[in-house]
Nanobody
Framework: QVQLVESGGGLVQPGGSLRLSCAAS????????MGWYRQAPGNQRELVATITSGGNTNYADSVQGRFTISRDNAKNTVDLQMISLKPEDTAVYYC???????????????WGQGTLVTVSS
C-alpha cells in the first residue's frame, strides 16, 4: 500500500554536497516520524537522522553539523542535505517512515529501496 522512493544518490567528491529526497505515496492517513539510515558493505545498518511530525530532529554523532534532515508534510517528502562529505559516508541510504493507514490505527514501518551514495575522488 505505502511506498517510499529515494532519489538523489550518486558519486560525489570528498568535501562535496549531495541532497537526497524521499517521497511517500499510497493510502496514507498520517505520517509520524521519518528518518534516514545507511548501510556500508560489511556493516550494520545505522541511523543517520530522524525527524518527527513536529519537526524535532536527531542526528548520529558522525554526521552532526554536516547533514540536515527536513520534511514537507504537505508533499509527504523528507530530504537529507549532506555537506562536507567524507569517504566514510559511502553507503546505501535508506528512507524509513512510520505510517498510519486508517484513522486511529496503529503505525507500520515502511522502508525504501535505498539509494547509493559514493564519496570518492
Amino acid at each position: 500500500q505505502v511506498q517510499l522512493v529515494e532519489s538523489g544518490g550518486g558519486l560525489v567528491q570528498p568535501g562535496g554536497s549531495l541532497r537526497l529526497s524521499c517521497a511517500a505515496s499510497g493510502s496514507i492517513f498520517s505520517i509520524s516520524a521519518m528518518g534516514w539510515y545507511r548501510q556500508a558493505p560489511g556493516n550494520q545498518r545505522e541511523l543517520v537522522a530522524t525527524i518527527t511530525s513536529g519537526g524535532n530532529t536527531n542526528y548520529a554523532d558522525s554526521v552532526q553539523g554536516r547533514f540536515t534532515i527536513s520534511r514537507d508534510n504537505a508533499k509527504n517528502t523528507v530530504d537529507l542535505q549532506m555537506i562536507s562529505l567524507k569517504p566514510e559516508d559511502t553507503a546505501v541510504y535508506y528512507c524509513e517512515g512510520s505510517f498510519r493507514v486508517v484513522p486511529a490505527g496503529g503505525y507500520l514501518e515502511v522502508w525504501g529501496q535505498g539509494t547509493l551514495v559514493t564519496v570518492s575522488s
